[in-house]
């Protein structure tokens, strides 16, 4: 499709000079590869520092801003410099970025923006639409309808299970590409202003548009139900061998938040015993150290929606808030709302944190406060000469009290 932006133009742009069409193909494509080189050579290097100097100073207003500057910064200068539209100048600093350790703070930072020029984006593509083509070119609305619906989902799905993927993850993607999206728009507009496309056709797209929309979420809460229908009748179950029946696939995921002196040491005794560990962590610095030694490790803050679903909280078994001064609250109000059935653990330094954690269903609460008073009364009772079964006695007295 971004190939097709590009080049549409310089095929069917109506040249009235001595140029071939196919010199301007070849200036086009010049100027396309070198707006390409400057993003993901140029930008790759720039970019991250700026962000990484930005993040350091711990103003998330600042990111931001950082974040949207350079978004229209790269896309004006696509437009102005190399010829390209704004839309294709955006989409490759949103790819520098995304390929950054910044992606996932980006996105969160970004969401407010994005759903405001998401809502602006559909509400003029329902202004353009006609009733009453409905009436005029119903055939080319349901053949539309049809290869949106129908065409496309299914090659997807045929594609995923060639690859040998799950009945379920081949469901999920058709019915994920079962609709249209943006670039559609934005091709079918151009293509229509250089006559490519009828006026009918792009009436077609509208329509189809919002009627695959539409239907897209309603087919989303079909998908649990199509697979164990589709298994009942013994289509798309998977063969189990010997081998992956004795090791079973994956392993428990577990969230921790915080790569501190705590976080650190909890992180390598759950990767001891087997468990997929995704750190969280704020500091850039501590990002980039645990990601070159290869361990999962995302820049972000917990507190944000989407950073959490990057970290896979949907599918996690237990999250773990290690950073007495992360905003635990809000961490997991956040994470309740993505996984309800999410085991949560958090470190806290003061007990009356602690209480109000509880009551807002945290599994386990470990306060600071509370674990010194434990070891230091485990200290002095070993001092004066108490045996073990005092000093069990002793502590579970002790953490019943300030319990």
Known sequence: TILLLVLLPAIVGGNEQSESVWHVLAVTTLKLGALVVFALVVGQRIIPKLLAYVARTGTRDLFTLSVLVLALGVAVGAANFFGASMALGAFLSGMVVGQS?????????????????????????????????LISDWPLILATLGIVLIGKPLAAFIVVKLFGKPLRMALSVAVALAQIGEFSFILAAMGVSFGVLPTEASSAIIVTAIVSITLNPLLYRRINGAAHWLESKGIGLPRLDENELSHPEGAQRIIVVGYGPVGKQLTGILRD??????????NIDT???????????????ATQREVLLHAGAEEAEGLI???????AGEIVEVARAINPNLRILVHTTYLRVAENLKSEGVSAVFSGEREVAVAMTEHLMRDFGATDEQIDRERRKLRERMA
């Open 287 to 301: 990002v980039r150290q645990v990601s070159a030694l290869g361990e999962k490790i995302i820049y972000g803050d």
């Open 321 to 327: 808030i290690s950073s007495s001064s992360a905003p």
């Open 273 to 282: 015993n087997n468990l997929d560990v995704v750190v969280v962590e704020m």
């Open 101 to 133: 350790e910044f992606s996932s703070q980006a996105a969160a930072e970004a969401l407010p923006m994005r759903d405001a020029f998401a809502v602006l984006f559909f509400v003029s593509v329902g202004m353009l639409f006609n009733p009453a083509s």
